[in-house]
């Protein structure tokens, strides 16, 4: 079954930058990639989780609009992990952080990595 490992997470003051890496075990990352794609979700205390960006294997992205601009996400093959670069953060960016399929996702979450932005 298909795991998903996040990390890259803490607290930042706004305007500040932080990097999310994600990893996966038990299936071959580049194939999962491929089949799957992989996203990157958001959830907020006391808010429903949100989809924030999503990659496909032909290098498509979407974003969901408060993040447009600011957020990146990249596929590092060499490392097999997918990427979120967080830029410009702003305190409604507080959440935790969890990536999983870009399309239909998995019932296993990871654990997800906090990002705090706060002054």
């Known amino acids: 079954q298909v795991q998903f490992h996040e990390s890259g997470g803490g607290l930042v003051q706004p305007g500040g930058s932080l990097t999310l890496s994600c990893t996966t075990s038990g299936t071959i990352f580049s194939r999962f990639f491929e089949i799957h794609g992989m996203g990157w979700y958001r959830q907020a205390p006391g808010k429903q989780r949100e989809l924030v960006a999503t990659?496909?294997?032909?290098?498509?992205?979407n974003y969901v609009d408060s993040v447009k601009g600011r957020f990146t996400i990249s596929r590092d093959p060499r490392k097999n992990i997918v990427v979120l670069q967080m830029n410009t953060l702003k305190p409604e960016d507080t959440a935790v952080y969890y990536c999983?399929?870009?399309?239909?996702?998995?019932?296993?979450w990871g654990q997800g990595t906090q990002v705090t932005v706060s002054s």
């Open positions: 999983n399929a870009g399309r239909k996702t998995f019932d296993s």
């Open positions: 990659l496909t294997e032909r290098g498509s992205t």
